[in-house]
Nanobody, 120 residues
Framework: QVQFVESGGGLVQPGGSLRLSCAAS??????????MGWYRQAPGKQRELVSD????????NYADSVKGRFTISRDNAKRTVYLQMNSLKPEDTAVYYC???????????WGQGTQVTVSS
């Protein structure tokens, strides 16, 4: 069973940048085949998909709210997915999670997430 550990969150001023990392672990996993996504959940709101990336790193998608500011990437050799976040806004404040898109409906597939707070 695959597990994901997110890191890189923190407190940043509006206009600042952060780079999130998500490391996959577990035996018998085929990370390079997984379509991976970064999600976020703000207080009082449902979790939403922010960006996703195909296993071969050629196809990426972004929510309209982050398009042009966030960049998703992956390193299959390191079993890691990244989210570069630039020009951060207060409305980007949330707990950020990564997950395999195919597992998003499984409650026990989610990690602890990493908190991103954008505030002056």
């Amino acid at each position: 069973q695959v597990q994901f550990v997110e890191s890189g969150g923190g407190l940043v001023q509006p206009g600042g940048s952060l780079r999130l990392s998500c490391a996959a672990s577990g035996s018998g996993i085929f990370f390079s085949l997984y379509r991976m996504g970064w999600y976020r959940q703000a207080p009082g709101k449902q979790r939403e998909l922010v960006s996703d990336i195909g296993g071969d790193d050629t196809i990426t998608n972004y929510a309209d709210s982050v398009k042009g500011r966030f960049t998703i990437s992956r390193d299959n050799a390191k079993r890691t997915v990244y989210l570069q976040m630039n020009s951060l806004k207060p409305e980007d404040t949330a707990v950020y999670y990564c997950n395999r898109l195919a597992l998003a409906d499984k409650a026990d597939s989610w990690g602890q997430g990493t908190q991103v707070t954008v505030s002056s």
